[in-house]
């Protein structure tokens, strides 16, 4: 079929001549690189007999989990409210709808970049009543510098590795007729196995002595390139 045949769903492929030999190779790049941020849920619950003293409670210790997060200053780069909801249990037995007691429930989002502050701020959030910590989620910003590195050694591994095609041939690289990103990917916010995940539910805050801090070791991110490049050759003797 033609490659510029209006079927045809692929791109129009530029071909070379005898005159100008084409070569098209890939690079790619991978990269290991540390976490510049650090992502952790809470959630916020209360159970009274009604609804206006669960409510209280709720807003009491939500203004308590919050005002925790932001005592640690610069280390917290984002905090964010999600969802809240008071929801009725009705009595398993009985007649009619009659309510048992009220559940509320606010969920909190911290993001931090001081990882030193964040093993003390999970362990201390994890000792406030009714208050479940998930997390932490490793990730880099959207405009990371890895992510230009690794586009930068793709790029330079795609020149190199057709350079040494046109050197097989005895001949050299001539000009760069196209470069195609394929994309840069970045680690997902929330990786299914998140290296050191950590998961707890405090349900009282009578102890003594307060908890020692979570040792928590950083997930190491990988950062992947990868580009098409497409040169001509100064036409080989063969």
Do not use: C
Not at 71 to 94: H, M, N
Not at 224 to 229: C, E, S
Request: glycine share 6%; hydrophobic share 35%; proline share 8%.
């Amino acid at each position: 079929m033609d490659p510029a045949s209006p079927t045809d769903p692929r791109p129009a492929v530029p071909y070379g001549t005898p005159d100008a030999p084409r070569v098209a190779v890939r690079g790619e790049a991978h990269l290991e690189v540390d976490p510049e941020i650090a992502r952790i849920g809470i959630t916020v619950a209360s159970r009274g007999k009604d609804r206006r003293s669960a409510l209280d409670d709720l807003t009491r210790r939500n203004a308590t989990a919050l005002d925790l997060i932001k005592s640690y200053g610069d280390a917290v780069e984002r905090l964010e409210t999600g969802a809240f909801s008071i929801t009725p249990e009705l009595k398993e037995r009985g007649r009619g709808e009659r309510i048992h007691a009220h559940h509320g429930r606010v969920h909190i989002t911290a993001e931090l970049t001081d990882f030193t502050a964040l093993g003390e701020l999970t362990t201390r959030l994890a000792d406030l009543e009714l208050t479940r910590v998930d997390g932490p989620w490793w990730t880099l910003r959207p405009d990371s510098p890895a992510h230009r590195e690794a586009r930068r050694q793709a790029v330079k591994e795609a020149v190199q590795r057709a350079g040494e095609y046109a050197d097989a041939l005895g001949t050299t690289l001539a000009a760069l007729v196209e470069l195609a990103d394929i994309g840069a990917e970045a680690p997902q916010p929330y990786p299914q196995t998140a290296g050191a995940r950590m998961r707890s539910m405090a349900y009282a805050a009578e102890a003594e002595e307060t908890a020692a801090p979570l040792d928590l070791e950083p997930q190491r991110q990988h950062v992947h390139a990868q580009v098409n490049a497409r040169f001509t050759m100064t036409p080989p003797r063969l």
